[in-house]
């Protein structure tokens, strides 16, 4: 098993930068490709961004590609999103995921693991 806790969430103006960080404790985080997925206020979760094990793969939802930016660090079983450029419409709560496949994939059941999510709200 292994247990996320995002962090990095906050109140933000349009045009600004956030950085989501995900730390892992358990089982080696690297046997774990790893998504965010974000949920906006009556919508469905949807996903945002993904990386396989060695972080030599990623994957970007459209509304993500151009602004936002997965990477890893596996030494310190940390997943990050950085989020540039932010939109109002980027307001929701982020949730990383872990799942024990070696691709970036952009589907939920993939992920067995799931934290509690963090808070991104844009401001206009």
């Known amino acids: 098993q292994v247990q996320l806790v995002e962090s990095g969430g906050g109140l933000v103006q349009a045009g600004a930068s956030l950085r989501l960080s995900c730390a892992a404790s358990g089982r080696a985080f690297s046997s774990y490709a790893m998504g965010w997925f974000r949920q906006a206020p009556g919508e469905e979760r949807e996903f945002v961004a993904a990386?396989?094990?060695?972080?030599?793969?990623?994957y970007y939802a459209d509304s993500a590609k151009g602004r936002f930016t997965i990477s890893r660090d596996n030494a310190q079983a940390t997943v990050y999103l950085e989020m540039d450029s932010l939109k109002p419409d980027d307001t929701a709560v982020y949730y990383c995921?872990?799942?024990?496949?070696?691709?970036?994939?952009?589907?939920?059941?993939?992920?067995?693991?799931w934290g509690q999510g963090t808070q991104v709200t844009v401001s206009s």
């Open positions: 990386i396989s094990r060695n972080g030599g793969s990623t």
């Open positions: 995921a872990a799942g024990s496949i070696n691709v970036a994939t952009v589907f939920e059941f993939e992920y067995a693991y």
